[in-house]
């Protein structure tokens, strides 16, 4: 039987049913949904628009998390309406769908941020700590003190998915995702704005990481431990797991430390079509045709899906081996259509004599980690803790 916050479709009598089951228990996701479209535009689209909205898409052939399922499909019909067929992306209309909050220095959920602006060029990083326990230290910043004379703390440089093209490093369902980091891992989070596509392709996205890495490792009170050092990891979901690659590639090629990569059902593809992609095709929020689009709108104007910054390892690809390259930890999502490319990846890092890790979880889906109602989160939230704190 399903649990209380999930649907089989085995199970459901009606398609009635489901959605009388959807409008009570929906609620919680709905609290999380990150674009603010009932506040926005309630005045021109009616309230039960809201209410059977998940109604609008299949459901899964297995059972997945209710409240999951329901933010998922909310982002695909966001994404839906912003992709034309000729290329170009409403960025306007994205920009108003996505719920955006500002950095806070006073604590949520026990974490502070505040927003840096590179004025060299213009990139925002907005940085995540820990807040002090004295209320009294509550909004001062100390940009002069290091984390911890003794004590190691993880600089987490985080990147954001969105296929390249969504999401930004203030939207708020990054924001809250960044926070439960820095509380899980005891580490400070720079999540890194970086320019999207297809307004910015092929390579600005890695130029800006590579940007907000050399201005990580270089600023004073980011430093902790004994060694005086910034003790960096890279880190990323889908979009964001391919930026953390390439910029790992960079600091390996230019001598810059990185601990550790952490690339969560990272977006990588290729030509040919895997099997997963034929098996899992628009079963599970996304299709082939999606991924195709974003590849499309980021890649250098006639390349293909071969191009060595979507298929790692693939015929134009650059061979690791020899290469200092950083221990990797390799979330993949068994429901998610890309995850044979993902399995290449980590085939392609042992072949190279890399330390990879493999977290193969059978029954998630993409975008899993934003909601803490279900076991995949917390094991994926015990690895990523051990991961960077790997003498705890």
């Known amino acids: 039987m399903a649990g209380d916050n999930e649907v089989n479709l085995s199970e459901s009598k009606?398609?009635?049913?489901?959605?009388?089951?959807?409008?009570?228990?929906?609620?919680?996701?709905?609290?999380?949904?990150?674009?603010?479209?009932?506040?926005?535009v309630s005045k021109v689209v009616p309230n039960e628009f809201f209410e059977f909205l998940p109604c609008l898409f299949s459901i899964p052939f297995r059972v997945v998390p209710l409240n999951t399922w329901v933010l998922i499909s909310n982002f695909k019909l966001a994404y839906n309406l912003l992709r034309r067929s000729d290329g170009t992306f409403n960025r306007e209309l994205a920009e108003f769908l996505d719920r955006k909050v500002a950095a806070n220095t006073n604590p949520v959920d026990g974490v502070f941020s505040f927003d840096h602006v590179d004025r060299a060029t213009g990139l925002l990083n907005r940085v995540y700590k820990r807040a002090p326990e004295k209320e009294a230290q509550w909004g001062l910043v100390d940009l002069e003190k290091p984390l911890s004379n003794t004590k190691i703390v993880p600089v987490i440089v985080y990147f954001h998915g969105g296929s390249f093209t969504h999401s930004s490093a203030n939207s708020a369902i990054y924001d809250t995702f960044c926070r439960r980091l820095v509380n899980n891992c005891q580490a400070v989070v720079v999540s890194v704005?970086?320019?999207r596509s297809p307004e910015h392709r092929y390579p600005c996205a890695y130029d800006d990481g590579w940007a907000a890495l050399k201005w990580v490792t270089t600023r004073s009170w980011l430093k902790s431990g004994k060694d005086s050092k910034v003790h960096v990891y890279l880190a990323g979901d889908s979009s964001g797991g391919n930026i953390a690659h390439h910029v790992a590639v960079r600091a390996a090629e230019s001598d810059v430390e990185v601990l550790g990569n952490i690339l969560l059902h990272p977006m990588f593809g290729g030509e040919c079509?895997?099997?997963?992609?034929?098996?899992?095709?628009?079963?599970y929020f996304v299709t082939?045709?999606?991924?195709?689009?974003?590849?499309?709108?980021?890649?250098?104007?006639?390349?293909?899906?071969?191009?060595?910054?979507?298929?790692?390892?693939?015929?134009?690809?650059q061979s690791l081996e020899g290469v200092k390259f950083p221990k990797s930890l390799v979330v993949v999502a068994g429901l998610d259509?890309?995850?044979?490319?993902?399995?290449?990846?980590?085939?392609?890092?042992?072949?190279?004599?890399?330390?990879?890790?493999?977290?193969?979880?059978?029954?998630?889906?993409?975008?899993f980690y934003f909601l803490p109602n279900n076991e995949?989160?917390?094991?994926?939230?015990?690895?990523?803790?051990?991961?960077v704190n790997p003498n705890c």
């Open 14 to 40: 009606s398609a009635v049913a489901v959605s009388k089951f959807l409008v009570q228990e929906a609620k919680p996701a709905l609290s999380e949904f990150p674009f603010s479209l009932r506040s926005k």
């Open 376 to 387: 995949h989160f917390y094991c994926l939230m015990e690895e990523l803790k051990n991961f």
């Open 288 to 317: 082939v045709q999606d991924r195709d689009w974003y590849w499309r709108a980021y890649l250098p104007e006639g390349e293909d899906r071969d191009h060595p910054a979507c298929n790692i390892f693939g015929p134009r690809g």
């Open 273 to 283: 079509r895997t099997e997963s992609e034929k098996r899992l095709d628009g079963k």
């Open 193 to 195: 704005n970086y320019r």
């Open 337 to 367: 259509l890309v995850q044979d490319w993902q399995l290449a990846y980590v085939q392609g890092l042992e072949n190279s004599g890399q330390d990879v890790k493999l977290l193969y979880l059978k029954q998630a889906t993409i975008g």
